[in-house]
């Protein structure tokens, strides 16, 4: 799939949150999706924006030459910033109201870690751009996320993300939750790349969702804290967890559909789109097979019957499946999937977009080589 392809996806995807978000109407347009029996309205609008931020920081960020993409990334950087904006203004009818549900809602903390991770991603037109006002406002509502005590799991790293972003505005972070998060994820490594879910495994795409993608951000941002040991075995563990990733992508873009929150749809490969944004495709690929790999997930998750009449996601893999939506999940949720677009903050004469596919597979036909621990040695 080419870069005009991702770019389309994209647009279908977001376009219309964002243009009912820049008018502060998000509440107003879009009805929310949820279980039944569960009440997400009070987090999901929040929820929306910190996914779709996270995921489409790059393409704002980045250096475009096509003079109609390049307007387009210029609209959607406005639209983002009052999006934002509107999310924090208690004068806004799109206004999240922290005041009253922070730490009540504990949902919060997870979305400002990702709304934090996607301004990180784009320094210059979201950390940078981002009014005094509207700064202060974020920051305080960050500070005040400190009272939200972290479940044992993945949830560990967003505590700590949100101090990445508090320390890159202010200097200052605390750094109990960031050294925490950092070292207790590392002691539930499992191995091969893969890390718990706490104590336990679990066979689900939470080191995708979060976990990788997380400890990139804070390996980046804190890498006197992590120390140069800890910040290679991020990055080891990475390039093996991003193979998996690859291998685990059908020619038809179809995927085992296993353990929770599959409706994040080709969210699922935030670790794999994450490590091509950052040219760390791993060595056995080209960025040609990644592109590939990830645009036929993008295709399959995101077809005409994945969408509402309105705009919005269904909940659902492939269509309409309320069945697969957990209780925490609701239409906003639905919006990690805009991360598996990160590739497009490199530049259009990237080789991500300009190399053609190795066709190494292994159900070609064609010799490749064979896989293995990344520990192990190959004799």
């Not at 929310?32 to 393409?59: D, H, K, M, Q």
């Not at 983002?80 to 904006?85: D, P, S, V």
Request: hydrophobic letters at 40%; glycine letters at 8%; charged letters at 20%.
């Amino acid at each position: 799939m080419e870069r005009a392809q991702y770019l389309s996806y994209l647009v279908k995807t977001v376009l219309p949150v964002l243009e009912a978000a820049g008018k502060e109407e998000l509440i107003a347009t879009f009805p929310i999706e949820e279980r039944e029996g569960t009440n997400r309205t009070g987090c999901s609008y929040f929820e929306w924006i910190g996914r779709l931020v996270c995921g489409i920081a790059p393409w704002l960020e980045a250096k475009i030459s096509d003079p109609e993409e390049e307007q387009l990334r210029k609209t959607c950087t406005d639209l983002t910033l009052r999006a934002i904006q509107a999310q924090f203004d208690p004068a806004s009818p799109d206004y999240a109201g922290f005041d009253e549900k922070i730490p009540a809602q504990p949902q919060f903390l997870v979305d400002l870690a990702f709304l934090a991770q996607g301004i990180l991603r784009a320094p210059k037109v979201l950390k940078d751009a981002i009014d005094a006002e509207t700064r202060s406002r974020i920051l305080d509502v960050l500070v005040c996320s400190r009272k939200i005590q972290p479940y044992p799991c993945n949830w560990i790293l967003f505590s700590a993300v949100v101090e990445a972003l508090i320390q890159a505005w202010t200097g200052n972070y605390a750094e109990k939750p960031a050294r925490y998060g950092l070292t207790q994820m590392d002691a539930w490594y499992k191995g091969d790349g893969i890390y718990g879910d706490g104590p336990e495994l679990a066979v689900d795409y939470y080191n995708s969702y979060v976990i990788h993608p997380m400890l990139q951000t804070l390996a980046d941002h804190f890498p006197a804290l992590c120390g140069p040991e800890l910040v290679s075995r991020i990055r080891v563990r990475s390039l093996r967890y991003a193979l998996i990733q690859y291998k685990m992508i059908a020619s038809d873009g179809t995927f085992p559909a296993t353990g929770r929150s599959i409706t994040y749809r080709c969210g699922a490969f935030h670790h794999l789109a994450d490590c091509a944004l950052r040219h760390q495709c791993p060595e056995e690929t080209t960025p040609g097979d990644v592109r590939e790999a990830l645009g036929s997930v993008i295709q399959r998750t995101l077809t005409p019957e994945d969408f509402r009449p309105d705009g919005a996601l269904w909940i659902g893999l492939s269509g309409h499946q309320p069945g697969l939506g957990e209780d925490y999940i609701s239409t906003g949720s639905l919006y990690l999937c805009v991360t598996a677009f990160l590739p497009l903050g490199l530049a259009p004469a990237d080789p991500f977009w300009m190399e053609a596919p190795s066709g190494a597979d292994p159900w070609s036909g064609r010799d490749c080589l064979r896989d293995h621990a990344y520990h192990e040695s190959i004799e």
